[in-house]
């Protein structure tokens, strides 16, 4: 078997195999013998027709198809491997030439694990940001608490901000409604800004039984384009105004919460909560400024059917967080105010850098021979099999060899990134 190689690109190579008369020969034994087990001649059961004899009655155009097809897929593989070359999906083979028993010439071209020259990982030069919790942070918490335990009185007034209102709405824009512009007995919180500037301060000073229209513009930067920095205009109806009376931020409210006496107690754990919060947020943070440096001192190329691979996994993604919705990934555009193709755009460089951030941490993983012990594995597995016991069909996945190997990889590639963290 000769070979030549040619590179289409860092991720894509094609290489040209000739097969010679040996090689064929080869390989039409192996074609005659498959195709004598159907053959049928008397005083032989089927399957059991010796080869030479069933030559004679098998069509010689038949026994060349098989055999090129046989010889094919024996040699593609070997022309990789002989080539150093790691093909990550199944060739696709091009026959160029074939004169049967005589020789064979054929194409393979595949997508391929490319070279990556790894940088210096060590001292990348990032920063690992400090763990802060301020008495802001703090005083958010307790006033999400204070607002828990707040009560509600149906007030006969005209609302003001800190109130909670039920109203019913319409947007309209040109005059004719908009997609998610109206509701029906919304419950609106008056001062929470969760609607766009000067729809919540319009409804302020209005009573109810109110009926009012608000002239609005949406923000620049909305995130529907069909609205952004577009005039509309609200038709509102108010029907219940409700004044919130938030306890107040004391030792009894503290002793609602759970086993504090104080509210200093409160605070105390309240910041112990945060700090590890966003221990762990700065953590991950550090992790991924680390690869994506680690990525720019690499020389590193996504290939092709890795990133449509994570294209196709983000998607998925958003269409199972919007079917839980009752939405469709339409909806999810609509919401995101960006046409298919603007989408594709943008998820194409998320799935490129994870593409190059997965093949760095799996060289660097090589080159310093870190594995995960098949101990380390089975714990794990036998730790998602507690936490998912309820759960048949996520037990008899579990069984699967290649969702260990997934699993495998995870922990490999976390046990990567804390030795990234520790050569800092």
Same mark, same amino acid.
């Given at each position: 078997? +000769?070979?030549?190689? !040619?590179?289409?690109?860092?991720?894509?190579?094609?290489?040209?195999?000739?097969?010679?008369?040996?090689?064929?020969?080869?390989?039409? !034994?192996?074609?005659?013998?498959?195709? #004598?087990?159907?053959?049928? $001649?008397?005083? &032989? *059961?089927?399957?059991?027709?010796?080869?030479?004899? %069933?030559?004679? @009655?098998?069509?010689?155009?038949?026994?060349?198809?098989? %055999?090129?097809?046989?010889?094919?897929?024996?040699?593609?593989?070997?022309?990789?491997?002989?080539?150093?070359?790691?093909?990550?999906?199944?060739?696709?083979?091009?026959?160029?030439?074939?004169?049967?028993?005589?020789?064979?010439? &054929?194409?393979?071209?595949?997508?391929?694990?490319?070279?990556?020259?790894?940088?210096?990982? +060590?001292?990348?030069?990032?920063?690992?940001?400090?763990?802060?919790? =301020?008495?802001?942070?703090?005083?958010?918490?307790?006033?999400?608490?204070?607002?828990?335990?707040?009560?509600?009185?149906?007030?006969?007034?005209?609302?003001?901000?800190?109130?909670?209102?039920?109203?019913?709405?319409?947007?309209?824009?040109?005059?004719?409604? &908009?997609?998610?512009?109206?509701?029906?007995?919304?419950?609106?919180?008056?001062? =929470?800004? #969760?609607?766009?500037?000067?729809?919540?301060?319009?409804?302020?000073? @209005?009573?109810?039984?109110?009926?009012?229209?608000?002239?609005?513009?949406?923000?620049?930067?909305? @995130?529907?384009?069909?609205?952004?920095?577009?005039?509309?205009?609200?038709?509102?109806?108010?029907?219940?105004?409700?004044?919130?009376?938030?306890?107040?931020?004391?030792?009894?409210?503290?002793?609602?919460?759970?086993?504090?006496?104080? $509210?200093?107690?409160?605070?105390?754990?309240?910041?112990?909560?945060? #700090?590890?919060?966003?221990? @762990?947020?700065?953590?991950?943070?550090? !992790?991924?400024?680390?690869?994506?440096?680690?990525? !720019?001192?690499?020389?590193? =190329?996504?290939?092709?059917?890795?990133?449509?691979?994570?294209?196709?996994?983000?998607?998925?993604?958003?269409?199972?967080? %919007?079917?839980?919705?009752?939405?469709?990934?339409?909806? &999810?555009?609509?919401?995101?105010?960006?046409?298919?193709?603007?989408?594709? /755009?943008?998820?194409?460089?998320?799935?490129?850098?994870?593409?190059?951030?997965?093949?760095?941490?799996?060289?660097?993983? *090589?080159?310093? /021979? $870190?594995?995960?012990?098949?101990?380390?594995?089975?714990?794990?597995?036998?730790?998602? *099999?507690?936490?998912?016991?309820?759960?048949?069909?996520?037990? /008899?996945?579990?069984?699967?060899?290649?969702?260990?190997?997934?699993?495998?990889?995870?922990?490999?590639?976390?046990?990567?990134?804390?030795?990234?963290?520790? %050569?800092?």
């Amino acid at each position: 078997m +000769k070979t030549t190689v !040619k590179k289409i690109s860092d991720t894509r190579v094609e290489i040209k195999v000739t097969l010679d008369k040996k090689e064929l020969s080869e390989a039409k !034994k192996k074609a005659i013998e498959r195709l #004598s087990k159907e053959v049928k $001649i008397p005083g &032989f *059961r089927k399957g059991k027709v010796p080869a030479d004899m %069933a030559e004679k @009655h098998l069509n010689p155009n038949d026994v060349s198809q098989v %055999a090129l097809d046989i010889a094919v897929r024996t040699a593609v593989p070997q022309a990789f491997i002989s080539n150093k070359q790691n093909p990550l999906v199944i060739p696709e083979v091009s026959v160029n030439k074939y004169a049967p028993d005589e020789s064979a010439e &054929f194409t393979a071209t595949a997508d391929i694990l490319p070279d990556v020259k790894l940088g210096d990982f +060590k001292k990348l030069g990032v920063k690992k940001p400090e763990i802060k919790v =301020s008495e802001k942070d703090i005083k958010d918490v307790l006033d999400n608490i204070a607002s828990a335990y707040a009560e509600k009185k149906v007030v006969k007034r005209s609302a003001k901000l800190g109130d909670e209102v039920i109203i019913d709405f319409t947007g309209k824009k040109d005059g004719k409604p &908009f997609d998610g512009g109206s509701a029906h007995d919304y419950t609106l919180a008056l001062g =929470s800004k #969760s609607f766009i500037p000067g729809f919540e301060e319009g409804i302020v000073g @209005h009573s109810v039984g109110d009926k009012f229209d608000l002239d609005l513009t949406f923000p620049k930067d909305y @995130h529907a384009e069909n609205l952004a920095g577009e005039k509309v205009v609200f038709e509102v109806l108010l029907k219940q105004i409700s004044e919130v009376v938030k306890p107040k931020l004391d030792d009894e409210l503290a002793k609602k919460c759970g086993p504090f006496k104080t $509210i200093d107690d409160l605070k105390a754990d309240i910041k112990k909560n945060l #700090s590890a919060q966003n221990e @762990h947020k700065v953590a991950e943070k550090y !992790k991924d400024d680390l690869v994506e440096a680690l990525v !720019k001192k690499s020389k590193v =190329s996504a290939p092709e059917i890795l990133i449509s691979d994570q294209m196709r996994f983000i998607k998925d993604d958003i269409n199972r967080n %919007a079917a839980a919705q009752g939405l469709k990934f339409e909806d &999810f555009l609509k919401q995101i105010g960006k046409t298919e193709e603007e989408w594709e /755009k943008e998820a194409r460089k998320v799935a490129e850098a994870r593409v190059k951030a997965s093949l760095v941490l799996q060289i660097l993983a *090589r080159d310093q /021979k $870190i594995t995960v012990a098949d101990d380390d594995v089975s714990a794990k597995i036998a730790e998602l *099999r507690d936490v998912y016991k309820k759960s048949p069909e996520a037990l /008899k996945n579990l069984k699967d060899p290649r969702v260990r190997q997934d699993v495998k990889n995870r922990m490999t590639i976390e046990k990567t990134l804390e030795f990234l963290v520790n %050569a800092q």
